[in-house]
């Protein structure tokens, strides 16, 4: 099924969590009308404040929201939406994997998915080929992420082509739900809950697989809050 994500940027002078509630409340109905078969939205809402030690990315700069839509063709008909409730986006036809389904606490309709979710914008390294990323990355890198975090869903989004021209550079789009402790708990985070050796042990295996497909410094990561939406 055809996948399309798009990073929102809201109006600075809007209340951000009156701005969160319209696309809930209206951008997703709206895209589910205009022809998507299934809307999720992530967002840096409140409930995912505690976590904004995890964020990171290049110029200080994040996305206010980032919508992601499955059976939504080339995305030529969303546009207007996007327009009207944002102050300005970016999207991608993405190719999805999903090497880690959750089964743990499936999405319920329109209700704030259990724990949280990472969301993280991935950048090819300068002179690494695609093919040569896309072995370290998800031949040889999800493996590793899956056993060495406490993840109970790991969705890979590789990008395919961009919505816009001016759209900014973007390989990937990696999406990992985690428990609600991994917030502000590093060692639930490496699935490593009380035990130091453990948690020393998955951190050291995990930054050396990602030193294969990612420059430090080049990413955008951030904890959102999950709330998916179907017809």
Same mark, same amino acid.
């Given at each position: ?6 990073i929102?940027t ?10 969160q509630a ?6 997703a109905?709206?895209l589910l009308d205009?022809?998507?078969?299934r ?6 809402? +409140?409930?995912v @404040?505690?976590? %904004?030690? !995890?964020r990171q990315?290049p110029?200080? $700069?994040?996305? /206010?929201?980032?919508?992601q839509?499955w059976?939504?063709?080339d995305?030529?008909g969303?546009g207007?939406?996007?327009d009207?409730h944002?102050?300005r ?5 993405v190719?999805?994997q ?14 704030r998915? +259990?724990?949280? @979710?990472?969301? %993280?914008? !991935?950048?090819?390294?300068?002179g690494? $080929?695609?093919a /040569?990323w ?10 590793v ?8 869903e790991?969705?890979q989004n590789?990008v395919?082509?961009?919505l ?7 390989a ?9 402790a +991994? ?15 453990k948690?020393k042990a998955?951190?050291a295996r995990?930054?050396a697989?990602c ?18 939406f179907v017809r």
């Amino acid at each position: 099924m055809e996948k399309l994500i798009a990073i929102m940027t809201a109006d600075p002078a809007v209340d951000q969590a009156a701005w969160q509630a319209g696309l809930r409340q209206r951008l997703a109905p709206a895209l589910l009308d205009a022809g998507a078969a299934r809307v999720r939205i992530n967002l840096p809402d +409140a409930a995912v @404040a505690a976590g %904004a030690g !995890l964020r990171q990315s290049p110029d200080g $700069s994040y996305p /206010d929201a980032i919508v992601q839509m499955w059976g939504a063709g080339d995305g030529s008909g969303f546009g207007a939406l996007f327009d009207h409730h944002a102050a300005r986006w970016h999207g991608w036809q993405v190719e999805e994997q999903v090497p880690l389904p959750n089964t743990a606490c499936p999405p319920q309709p329109g209700e704030r998915t +259990a724990g949280w @979710a990472q969301i %993280a914008l !991935l950048v090819r390294p300068t002179g690494q $080929s695609e093919a /040569d990323w896309l072995e370290a990355w998800q031949g040889r890198h999800t493996a590793v992420a899956i056993e060495t975090q406490s993840t109970f869903e790991y969705v890979q989004n590789r990008v395919v082509a961009p919505l816009r021209d001016d759209a900014p550079d973007c390989a990937a789009i990696v999406e990992e739900c985690f428990p609600e402790a +991994a917030l502000t708990d590093p060692l639930t985070f490496f699935d490593a809950a009380g035990d130091v050796a453990k948690f020393k042990a998955n951190l050291a295996r995990m930054m050396a697989s990602c030193e294969h497909f990612i420059t430090p410094g080049t990413i955008t990561v951030m904890p959102t809050s999950q709330y998916e939406f179907v017809r």
